[in-house]
């Protein structure tokens, strides 16, 4: 049994060895029952069951359908550390007794801001949902150099307190994304080109391993875990609290502008030059993106543009800015929680990265007009592909900050990561959507390497569920994952006990 437990668990001793017994003696006994008594013993009141109010509000605020169709046995809602130490440690205990009398593992979830869409990431079907909606305190040290943010977070949680002190984190796009989710994935932010991405801006984790210890890792303590926590997901622990190095931040200009698709050709045009400057615009980004609504019938293009400065129309985004016609803008100067609830979610259906090519760039949007006719008859079809820069000043200030793991050369020089993203209506239409999204895939796949464009990273937030997004770092870099995994995790809970994201083993 993992050691030392939390004083708090002392109560659920009884039912923990009930487990045992029971399952000696009545094999067929539900053990995620067992696995939610136990809980409900510890934590009480936090623990949720099916037909209560509460337990359906939980499930219905995740983001996707497919989330949102799954029901755990229970929801465990934590409201600080300990119970989140709590909690892991009766899931380990539970775990460790049905292991030890030949018993099949009872599962969990791990859910911050809910965001990811494919089905199982953030909530499991008939296992435990450990939900920390209620831990989403952030606050500011008195420099206002480190802002400490509760993991159940969202970005619009972090900004609007920022915003009035006129200061800033790396962080999210989109302000219903999770804190946690984002920088553990690595992390775009508008602040990138600046700061690097947004795990390369903690400072320090507080982190629920699976013995229930809670532990620090930064810098000094724990560096290993630390620098494993910056790309490598849900795979070492509960993550309770992040500290963010904070920086002086005036408004900014940016928004969104939408064109007809005749202008695709200078579209890609300007976004090439961008991300290809060899005296990059830190305080530039764009995100370019062709969309198709069968509702409309009819293609469209836009830009997200931002400069993280309050001028209008820099002349870095006048490539952008001087397209003609615009069917409409939104380009102002306003605060980031302003321009972050503008900004909508993403529903991938897979990503890749490749070099910055102007010729590569116009045939994967060929590629992927080509394809429609497949599902253009598809109800609800909302289908996009989008462009976003990576260039090297993102992925050069990794070593400057202790590191993290995604394995990016900023040496290859400047990136592109695509991302194609489909929304549509019915559970039935699922196959025909996935065999488009495969088809593209291997046609892009097919260009890039008779091009000498593909790279093997995948950035894991765009990344689908069939997709290895941890593979992508390189073999040295996931052996080191699975070694901070081993010291810190040694019976696996994290690997075989949450099924959700992406896992370092098969």
């Known amino acids: 049994m993992p050691w030392p437990m939390p004083l708090s668990s002392l109560a659920v001793i009884p039912l923990i060895l009930s487990v045992f017994f029971v399952q000696q003696w009545i094999p067929g006994t539900d053990r995620t029952f067992l696995q939610c008594s136990a809980l409900q013993v510890a934590l009480g009141s936090r623990v949720l069951f099916p037909g209560k109010g509460a337990y359906s509000a939980s499930i219905e605020s995740y983001w996707s359908q497919q989330e ?34 030949g018993g099949r593992q009872c599962h969990f979830a791990i859910r911050g801001g809910g965001h990811t869409p494919w089905a199982g990431s953030a909530n499991i079907e008939s296992g435990v949902t450990l939900d920390l909606n209620g831990m989403r305190d952030v606050s500011i040290n008195s420099e206002r150099t480190i802002t400490s943010v509760g993991a159940g977070a969202r970005w619009i949680d972090v900004y609007l307190k920022l915003d009035a002190m006129n200061v800033s984190v790396s962080g999210g796009r989109a302000s219903n994304i999770g804190v946690a989710g984002l920088i553990t994935g690595g992390g775009m932010s508008f602040f990138a080109p600046r700061y690097g991405f947004a795990c390369d801006n903690v400072e320090n984790f507080e982190i629920v391993l699976a013995s229930g210890n809670v532990v620090n890792a930064n810098a000094k303590e724990n560096p290993d875990l630390w620098f494993a926590l910056k790309g490598g997901s849900n795979n070492f622990g509960v993550i309770t609290r992040l500290d963010l190095r904070t920086f002086p931040q005036e408004k900014l200009w940016g928004g969104l502008v939408y064109y007809p698709i005749e202008t695709q050709p200078a579209q890609v045009k300007a976004f090439q030059a961008l991300n290809a400057a060899s005296d990059y615009d830190t305080y530039a980004s764009a995100i370019n993106t062709y969309g198709y609504s069968a509702a409309m019938k009819s293609w469209g293009v836009s830009n997200y543009l931002m400069y993280t400065k309050p001028k209008a129309y820099p002349a870095t985004l006048a490539p952008f800015t001087d397209i003609k016609p615009q069917l409409f803008s939104t380009l102002r100067t306003s605060n980031l929680s302003d321009f972050t609830l503008e900004q909508g979610g993403y529903s991938p259906s897979g990503q890749r990265t490749f070099g910055n090519d102007a010729v590569f760039l116009n045939r994967v949007f060929d590629i992927f007009n080509a394809t429609l006719p497949l599902i253009i008859d598809t109800p609800g079809l909302l289908t996009s592909l989008i462009f976003q820069a990576l260039p090297a000043s993102i992925t050069e200030k ?19 990561l695509m991302l194609i993203s489909f929304q549509w209506a019915n559970e039935a239409d699922d196959k025909i959507i996935r065999k488009a999204a495969d088809t593209i895939f291997a046609q892009v796949d097919v260009e890039a390497k008779a091009r000498k464009l593909g790279h093997r990273w995948l950035y894991l937030n765009y990344a689908a569920a069939w997709q290895t997004p941890i593979d992508g770092y390189g073999p040295s870099n996931k052996a080191r994952l699975r070694a901070v995994s081993k010291k810190y995790d040694p019976r696996g809970l994290f690997q075989t006990g949450v099924p959700g994201g992406y896992k370092l083993w098969p």
């Open 398 to 416: 990794s070593l400057a900050t202790g590191g993290n793991a995604l394995g990016l050369d900023p040496t290859v020089g400047p990136q592109v």
């Open 68 to 101: 949102q169709q799954l029901s755990p046995a229970c929801i465990v809602t934590p409201r600080n550390t300990k119970d989140v130490a709590t909690a892991v440690w009766v899931l380990n205990t539970v775990a460790y007794t049905v292991g030890a009398i």
